[in-house]
């Protein structure tokens, strides 16, 4: 298993900034993509934003330009940098991880969740 770590939520003014961490662990494990996720309650779970080992990303429409997503790969670490919040950006976010591990000399695909992190921005 893979398991993933999420530290950073909190409550901030809009305008303001936070910085979501996303730690990835287990046993014999690579990392393909990770990615943050947002949900609401009675809501789909949407797609903030993305990236691969390699570097490429992806974001959605509505935080391009203000949020920013990166990666340690040494650390088996992500990133998701939101400046200029906005109340709409409230949610639970989750972070994502899909990739490969080794088990009894097998390889498998892995697709792990965190718990998620609040975010609260007030007006």
């Known amino acids: 298993q893979v398991q993933l770590v999420e530290s950073g939520g909190g409550l901030v003014q809009a305008g303001g900034s936070l910085r979501l961490s996303c730690e990835a662990s287990?046993?014999?494990?690579?990392?393909?993509?990770m990615a943050w996720y947002r949900q609401s309650p009675g809501k789909q779970r949407e797609l903030v934003a993305a990236?691969?080992?390699?570097?490429?990303?992806n974001y959605a429409d509505s935080v391009k330009e203000r949020f920013t997503i990166s990666i340690d790969n040494a650390r088996n670490t992500a990133y998701l940098q939101m400046n200029s919040l906005k109340p709409e950006d409230t949610d639970v976010y989750y972070c994502?991880?899909?990739?490969?591990?080794?088990?009894?000399?097998?390889?498998?695909?892995?697709?792990?969740w965190g718990q998620g992190t609040q975010v609260t921005v007030s007006s």
């Open positions: 994502n991880a899909k990739g490969t591990r080794m088990s009894w000399g097998r390889r498998y695909e892995y697709d792990s």
């Open positions: 990236i691969t080992s390699g570097h490429i990303t």
């Open positions: 287990g046993t014999t494990f690579t990392l393909n993509t």
